[in-house]
């Protein structure tokens, strides 16, 4: 059975910093892109950043570029986020997730992490 | 960035009804790289449907989709009562991948 166990979420001032971890099993982890996804209160779905199985092809949003860095253990089985100067409107819960072929698609999903950003 | 827009915006039906949701895209989508998913109140989204048609496993033959291009339509042909939640579209044939802003199917 394929889980993934988000963890690292809290609340941090403008400007701090955190880092999200997510912990995989049920699935051989290096072989599948992963992305985090995220939803800011009442609001819809918005894909922040992916990464390839190997690790090395990372992408990400334009809002995240610079600020965010994704990045994976494939020993470990854990996919990270470091958010760097967070701002309001990182406010979301963070979603990690498996792509489905590492095309893009996701067919599994975290329970997520709240972030909350606020002074 | 493809900008996908979903509607209607909220869809008012009751149980058996057939329900149809519309997402376009502001450019096309190669390969029809397009997925569907359902998310319930406080729970993740699930995937309904890639590559714009293929139903994702588990999910019943009443839930179908199709489209290609700039036009994705999802039909749910007969509503059972778990079918009331949002439903989201997503193309992931370019980055940024993005998704639409979302139908809620209501009672």
């Known amino acids: 059975e394929v889980q993934l166990l988000e963890s690292g979420g809290g609340l941090v001032q403008p400007g701090g910093s955190l880092r999200l971890s997510c912990a995989a099993s049920?699935?051989?982890?290096?072989?599948?892109?992963m992305s985090w996804v995220r939803q800011a209160p009442g609001k819809g779905l918005e894909w922040v950043s992916a990464?390839?199985?190997?690790?090395?092809?990372?992408y990400y949003r334009d809002s995240a570029k610079g600020r965010f860095t994704i990045s994976r253990d494939n020993s470990r089985n854990t996919v990270y986020l470091q958010m760097n100067s967070l701002r309001a409107d990182d406010t979301a819960v963070y979603y990690c997730?498996?792509?489905?072929?590492?095309?893009?698609?996701?067919?599994?999903w975290g329970q997520g992490a709240l972030v909350t950003v606020s002074s | 960035e493809v900008v996908l827009t979903q509607s209607p915006g909220t869809l008012s039906l009751s149980p058996g009804e057939r329900a149809t949701l519309f997402c376009r895209a502001s450019?096309?989508?190669?390969?029809?790289?397009l997925a569907w998913y359902q998310q319930k109140s406080g729970q993740a989204p699930r995937l309904l449907i890639f590559?714009?048609?293929s139903r994702a496993t588990g999910i019943p033959d009443r839930v179908s989709g199709s489209g290609s291009g700039t036009d994705f339509t999802l039909t749910i042909s007969r509503l059972e009562p778990e079918d009331f939640a949002v439903y989201y579209c997503?193309?992931?044939?370019?980055?940024?991948?993005?998704f639409g802003g979302g139908t809620k199917v209501e009672i």
């Open positions: 590559g714009a048609s």
């Open positions: 997503q193309q992931y044939s370019s980055t940024p991948l993005t």
């Open positions: 450019q096309s989508v190669s390969g029809s790289k």
């Open positions: 049920g699935f051989t982890f290096s072989s599948f892109a």
């Open positions: 997730a498996k792509e489905r072929r590492s095309e893009g698609d996701i067919d599994y």
């Open positions: 990464i390839s199985g190997s690790g090395t092809r990372t």
